[in-house]
């Protein structure tokens, strides 16, 4: 017998026990929390949860947030990838400090985040203030909602691509300029193909955290049903108005969708490290 076969069956019960402790702290901290969600959800059965998830309130709370969450990841998608392009490639005055304040997002409250879009933009805003007088209210309106997504996922999509720049090679971008390439063909043709994993990481991410932003949201909405309410707000509506089993079939809705999105999003990660 070789020392190797004879390790073999010591190492499953050194194995078992922090793989027990893992799923002893995670058992009451994550797998009940989540599951409960799908237990009340099937409390009044099928018929009850598919009445519960068409009713039109909930239907627009949930196509709202997903067309919410959809912008949020397009426009954010753009501005990371920009901001990622020039904090990677560009040495200006400033530039740590403000590598620092557009991550930001990440460490403030949401509460504190829809605080400031009022400050900024509400009635008695800095900025609001002028618009209200010409029409143009951005808070507690389907505009308001986005600007407080888009402020609180920027970090996510720029903390994706902005690697990646770092790590690739200048090389590559440098030759490309050598046979006449532009700055703007450069960044499409050599650059842009490289960050397609981080693209989709990013978007992915950012779409998810969207989907179930809620203390921003509250703020700057107002929490208008068939106007601006998002599923988030509307599964906290519907708890305050003792509509658990409503509540909780919206809920069972976004947590799958979220399990669907993370899940697309390891299978990614693993094909990119195979390739």
Do not use: C
Request: proline share 7%; net charge positive; aromatic share 12%.
């Amino acid at each position: 017998m070789t020392m190797t076969t004879a390790l073999k069956p010591s190492r499953v019960p050194r194995g078992l026990f922090p793989v027990g402790i893992l799923l002893a702290v995670m058992l009451p901290l994550i797998l009940m929390p989540l599951a409960s969600i799908y237990v009340f959800a099937a409390r009044s059965g099928l018929e009850g949860f598919i009445n519960a998830i068409t009713s039109p309130e909930a239907q627009f709370a949930l196509r709202f947030s997903l067309l919410i969450a959809l912008l949020t990841a397009i426009i954010n998608g753009g501005l990371g990838t920009y901001t990622a392009y020039v904090l990677s490639k560009y040495r200006f005055p400033g530039r740590d400090a403000l590598n620092v304040i557009v991550n930001l997002p990440v460490a403030i409250p949401t509460v504190v985040v829809g605080t400031s879009l009022l400050l900024l933009w509400g009635p008695i805003g800095i900025l609001g203030q002028f618009l209200v007088p010409l029409g143009i209210s951005p808070m507690f309106a389907p505009a308001g909602v986005l600007l407080a997504h888009l402020f609180v996922t920027f970090p996510y999509m720029l903390g994706a691509v902005k690697p990646v720049l770092d790590e690739l090679e200048v090389t590559y971008e440098e030759a490309a300029y050598t046979i006449g390439a532009s700055q703007l063909e450069a960044f499409r043709f050599v650059i842009l193909p490289a960050l397609r994993g981080g693209l989709f990481s990013g978007a992915l991410l950012t779409f998810a955290h969207s989907l179930g932003e809620f203390g921003a949201t509250i703020l700057v909405s107002g929490n208008l049903p068939f106007r601006t309410q998002t599923a988030p707000l509307y599964i906290f509506a519907q708890f305050e108005a003792g509509n658990i089993e409503a509540a909780n079939a919206v809920a069972a809705v976004l947590a799958t969708l979220s399990f669907v999105l993370f899940f697309a999003l390891m299978q990614f990660n693993k094909k990119s490290a195979r390739a």
